[in-house]
């Protein structure tokens, strides 16, 4: 998979080309809004996690009305066109920043603080976005191999769900480093 993938992939990390049958999946769940139609990449992982690129008013607007609960944004201040947090709370969402720039970032602390705002959020649905969902996929297949044990073909299909692209050979050494 690469980077620009745009269709959303199920937890093996297959791709799914039918927008149409995931939308009908998601669509009682999402309050009628077309997410896959709004976000740009999108994957769904699950019924309560949506992964995407970069927000803007638009698409937080759709997620509002989806009943996400809480937006996760990876992106760090620098990429960032306007002040997201304040449109986040603004429509009703709580949002929690974990800045991740690249390959650099992708250190333990970082997966630690993750899990963390993961666990203190269970149970709600949640948006986790970067630029692209790259970084994304990254962090939770680092998280399900570091921090949940998984073996290497299971924390990969989870960074793939998640929108894993091109950090995945970085991800996969991280991954034969035992921690």
């Known amino acids: ?13 297959n791709a799914n080309t039918n927008d149409a049958a995931n939308f009908d999946e998601y669509s009682a769940t999402d309050n009628g809004a077309a997410l896959n139609q709004v976000l740009h990449p999108y994957f769904r992982p699950d019924e309560r996690t949506i992964v995407c690129g970069a927000l803007d008013d638009d698409k937080i607007a759709g997620l509002a009305k989806a009943g996400v609960e809480l937006v996760i944004n990876l992106q760090p201040d620098d990429e960032l066109k306007f002040d997201e947090a304040h449109a986040v709370q603004q429509a009703g969402m709580s949002y929690e920043q974990l800045p991740i720039s690249g390959a650099k970032d992708l250190k333990q602390l970082n997966i630690l603080a993750f899990d963390n705002i993961l666990r203190q959020h269970h149970g709600k649905k949640v948006v986790i976005h970067c630029g692209s969902g790259n970084r994304v996929g990254a962090a939770s297949a680092l998280r399900a191999g570091w921090l949940r044990g998984r073996k290497m073909d299971t924390a990969m299909a989870r960074g793939y769900s998640h929108g894993l692209g091109s950090l995945e050979e970085e991800v996969r050494n991280r991954l034969l480093v035992p921690r």
């Open 1 to 13: 998979m690469t980077e620009s993938t745009q269709n959303p992939v199920d937890i093996h990390g």
